[in-house]
């Protein structure tokens, strides 16, 4: 998924990433509430060895210093060390139980061995790490062998004794919250991520373009006015709506570009997404421009044109399948611009036979070859496969994607539906979009009445027709002929 694809998703559900995101610091806060507190009590011993009677002699020595400094390190967590300090301390627990609270580090390039303790109590914690520095300094009579004089190459010093710690070093509630909140933001990005590639709705022409790879050719802003009337142009040839509609014939302008006759399937994944309709105003829309246009209703299933322009329903495609009229006998005008309509006519019990038979292909042929467009409306790919019929027919589909109506995963299998028959998408029209889609660029850019007249007294008739321009009139009078130049009157230029 590309960087600005999941921006858009972020800003789509910022409600949810917000809350998730903040749900994620208060558990962080609340496990620093419910935790135990530990303390930490820190002590260091120092490696001495032998001194040597050289220069060359002391610097092996601080080498092998350094080295048995690594090796103590690991023997303080030993049972050889952690045993007597149980034992002295008298302390509830195990060697293994002790070894998970005691952790040592070395200093790089130093002979300090630091030891740390933890527990949930602080003068435990202390006494503890004491008890440890002397065990480990006692543990070196039983690992180094003596020297010939009686004493023993290395020794053990402590060189910064444990003392009780005044606060508790866990939990840490700052480091809690921001790991809560860090964590909570994870899960909501990858909640988002995941629900958008599984089962989202459709929202964006991003992805749209992301699940079918194709163009968008226009957005059609959702209106709560089109329950009443679907159809722009009808209900107000001014409204944002019948602009949007106007834009999208004009980017079909582009397809099928080497055709005279051009023949526009449309189709949708799934029902509700406002195939019909968006058929309807785009075909009333062309014919507006002044082409001959025929809107041909191939849904033999759920038609529903005959609603939407207000026309009877009786007859129709089927009735040219059947063989019962001719082609004038069932087309219908609709508008003052010469659009005509060819509804589905009575619903036939093989809708998917009768759309892929030679009849049916005469039939739309024959329109096509009479009319400049042709605007086919099918059934959905996905419950039904009429559409695909048509679609590799005249060459592809244009696919009109409802947004929240649609799924992405849906969406992806209206594609490959496309894809078995080898129908190319032509494009794909972004319906019920939300207004923020087209953002501060949707706006109504219309006709505005004149200002009015100032509303103080009138000026008297003679001083408005003094200044008043005069008309002009529509066929002016001829010009007199110009004076001879000995009758020109003579300028006095002194």
């Known amino acids: ?19 998730v995101t903040a749900l994620g610091g208060a558990l962080g806060f609340g496990y620093t509430l419910l935790a135990s507190p530990e303390y930490t009590a820190d002590t260091e011993l120092f490696i001495a060895v032998s001194s040597g009677e050289n220069t060359g002699e002391l610097a092996q020595g601080s080498n092998y210093s ?62 503890t790490a004491n008890a440890i520095a002397t065990s480990l300094s006692r543990s070196v009579e039983k690992l180094v062998p003596k020297l010939p004089d009686g004493s023993y190459p290395i ?69 709560k006015s089109t329950s009443a009337d679907p159809m722009a142009l009808r209900a107000n040839k001014l409204s944002p709506r019948a602009e949007e509609f106007r834009q999208l014939r004009t980017n079909l302008r582009f397809l099928q570009a080497d055709n005279d006759h051009k023949v526009f399937v449309l189709t949708s994944s799934i029902p509700g997404e406002g195939k019909s309709a968006t058929a309807a105003n785009l075909a ?90 042709t605007i086919i409306d099918c059934p959905p790919l996905i419950p039904v496969t009429d559409a695909t019929i048509l679609a590799r027919l005249f060459g592809g589909a244009i696919l009109v994607v409802g947004a929240k109506k649609v799924e992405t995963r849906e969406l992806r299998r209206a594609v490959e539906r496309m894809a078995v028959v080898d129908a190319p998408i032509l494009g794909t029209v972004l319906n019920l979009a939300p207004a923020s889609v087209m953002g501060r660029y949707r706006m109504t850019y219309s006709p505005q009445p004149a200002p009015r007249t100032s509303s ?17 009139p529509l066929n002016p009078p001829p010009a007199d002929p110009p004076l001879p130049a000995s009758q020109k009157p003579r300028v006095d230029v002194r």
């Open 1 to 19: 998924m590309e960087h600005r694809g999941l921006l858009n998703l972020l800003r789509l559900h910022w409600l949810s990433v917000i809350l």
């Open 66 to 127: 350094q080295q048995q400094a690594r090796n103590y390190s690991a023997v303080a967590t030993r049972e050889i060390v952690l045993q007597p300090v149980i034992n002295t301390l008298a302390l509830d627990t195990t060697v293994k139980a002790l070894r998970k609270r005691v952790s040592t580090t070395v200093p790089l390039n130093t002979s300090l061995i630091s030891i740390s303790v933890r527990d949930s109590d602080a003068d435990r914690a202390a006494a």
């Open 155 to 223: 020794s053990l010093k402590t060189v910064q004794s444990a003392t009780v710690p005044a606060f508790p070093s866990s939990p840490n509630t700052s480091l809690s919250v921001a790991l809560g909140l860090l964590a909570g933001l994870a899960l909501a990005v990858g909640g988002v991520a995941v629900r958008e590639y599984v089962n989202a709705k459709v929202r964006t022409a991003e992805q749209i373009k992301a699940a079918t790879g194709s163009n968008l050719l226009g957005s059609i802003v959702y209106d």
């Open 284 to 373: 009333a829309t062309i014919a507006a421009s002044g082409a001959s246009v025929c809107l041909v209703e191939a849904d033999l299933r759920r038609p529903t044109l005959g609603g939407i322009l207000d026309l009877e329903g009786g007859i129709g495609f089927t009735t040219l399948l059947a063989g019962e009229a001719d082609l004038d006998d069932v087309l219908q005008p609709w508008g003052k611009d010469g659009l005509r309509v060819l509804l589905s006519g009575e619903i036939p019990p093989n809708p998917s036979e009768l759309l892929g038979s030679v009849r049916a292909e005469e039939i739309l042929t024959s329109i096509r070859d009479r009319f400049d467009v």
């Open 456 to 472: 103080r007294s009138p000026r008297p008739k003679a001083q408005r027709a003094s200044t008043a321009p005069a008309p002009i």
